[in-house]
């Protein structure tokens, strides 16, 4: 999985490259930091389930490309945002600093509009559009939406430190805030190509999951890892006054938890059999992962 993934990683970065040079824009700076938060590494987990989407399908990555790369806009959009210090307030994101300590918050903030609206545009400029790609665009509007990922991160701000804020509480927000988006990329894909009703409630179920997992997998490097393996700062959580699965549960309780969602997920596609296999070795790679 770790070779598929650099593998995945590469088609897109090569994507991504041939996108930028299409869409450039002499506006500056805003051209140069949008370039910044959307080029600045990472793992490509997002649009690695998009062509994993397209493999459970039987296509091949580039018949999904537009939605991968309009993914990973929305997900690079998303954590310029959240870096800003009216959110979380991080300095460093993948071992740089943050899109607006580089380039002003109102710089970085537009960078974002930009990446949003970006997004949406490289996906309705798919040479192959259809109604498949119309309906997973609107799917994955509707997973970044209030109902998916801005409703999470509504909650994650207006409930940081409150009393009465349980695993049931930050279940929903987890799910929306980060399990909305990996559903959004492996969903999306398989709605674009042309999966049944049946395929796409089971990769959903499994796509909930993994973003759970995702995110109490990073909960707990938060608070067990360091700065320099994970190219961010640590212990964000305790820094912002903000619950988490490690502070509800405990850490050793939070490790047995993914392995129950963990579980799940697997089980949400085992009819699938061999078609399923790379996503079921997804899964027990991102709920060991260590960085």
Same mark, same amino acid.
């Given at each position: 999985?770790?070779?598929?993934?650099?593998?995945?990683?590469?088609?897109?970065?090569?994507?991504?490259?041939?996108?930028?040079?299409?869409?450039?824009?002499?506006?500056?700076?805003?051209?140069?930091?949008?370039?910044?938060?959307?080029?600045?590494?990472?793992?490509?987990?997002?649009? $690695?389930?998009?062509?994993? #989407? %397209? +493999?459970?399908?039987?296509?091949?990555?580039?018949?999904?490309?537009?939605?991968? @790369? &309009?993914?990973?806009?929305?997900?690079?959009?998303?954590?310029?945002?959240?870096?800003?210090?009216?959110?979380?307030?991080?300095?460093?994101?993948?071992?740089?600093?943050?899109?607006?300590?580089?380039?002003?918050?109102?710089?970085?903030?537009?960078?974002?509009?930009?990446?949003?609206?970006?997004?949406?545009?490289?996906?309705?400029?798919?040479?192959?559009?259809?109604?498949?790609?119309?309906?997973?665009?609107?799917?994955?509007?509707?997973?970044?939406?209030?109902?998916?990922?801005?409703?999470?991160?509504?909650?994650?701000?207006?409930?940081?430190?409150?009393?009465?804020?349980?695993?049931?509480?930050?279940?929903?927000?987890?799910?929306?805030?980060?399990?909305?988006?990996?559903?959004?990329?492996?969903?999306? $894909?398989?709605?674009?190509? #042309? %999966? +049944?009703?049946?395929?796409?409630?089971?990769?959903?179920?499994?796509?909930?999951? @993994? &973003?759970?997992?995702?995110?109490?997998?990073?909960?707990?490097?938060?608070?067990?890892?360091?700065?320099?393996?994970?190219?961010?700062?640590?212990?964000?959580?305790?820094?912002?006054?903000?619950?988490?699965?490690?502070?509800?549960?405990?850490?050793?309780?939070?490790?047995?938890?993914?392995?129950?969602?963990?579980?799940?997920?697997?089980?949400?596609?085992?009819?699938?059999?061999?078609?399923?296999?790379?996503?079921?070795?997804?899964?027990?790679?991102?709920?060991?992962?260590?960085?």
């Amino acid at each position: 999985m770790k070779d598929l993934l650099a593998e995945y990683k590469n088609i897109f970065e090569r994507q991504l490259q041939d996108i930028i040079a299409e869409y450039k824009c002499d506006i500056q700076p805003i051209s140069d930091a949008l370039v910044y938060a959307v080029s600045n590494g990472g793992k490509r987990i997002r649009p $690695s389930l998009c062509y994993l #989407g %397209a +493999d459970f399908c039987k296509k091949d990555p580039d018949y999904v490309k537009n939605l991968a @790369l &309009g993914i990973e806009m929305i997900h690079s959009y998303s954590l310029v945002h959240d870096d800003l210090p009216c959110m979380d307030n991080d300095e460093l994101r993948r071992g740089k600093p943050t899109a607006h300590i580089v380039y002003g918050e109102g710089m970085a903030m537009l960078a974002g509009d930009a990446l949003l609206n970006m997004a949406f545009e490289v996906m309705l400029d798919d040479v192959n559009f259809d109604i498949n790609m119309r309906n997973a665009m609107r799917y994955i509007a509707k997973m970044c939406g209030i109902n998916g990922m801005i409703g999470g991160q509504c909650l994650d701000l207006a409930n940081q430190s409150k009393e009465n804020f349980g695993i049931k509480e930050l279940t929903r927000l987890n799910r929306l805030k980060t399990s909305c988006l990996i559903s959004g990329a492996l969903v999306g $894909s398989a709605i674009r190509c #042309g %999966a +049944d009703d049946n395929e796409i409630k089971a990769l959903d179920l499994y796509a909930q999951n @993994l &973003g759970e997992i995702f995110q109490i997998v990073d909960d707990i490097l938060d608070r067990t890892s360091t700065e320099q393996a994970l190219g961010k700062q640590v212990k964000q959580d305790i820094a912002n006054d903000k619950k988490s699965v490690v502070d509800l549960l405990g850490i050793d309780n939070a490790r047995k938890y993914i392995k129950k969602l963990e579980n799940e997920a697997v089980e949400s596609i085992s009819a699938y059999g061999q078609r399923s296999q790379k996503l079921v070795e997804l899964c027990k790679f991102l709920s060991n992962r260590s960085n």
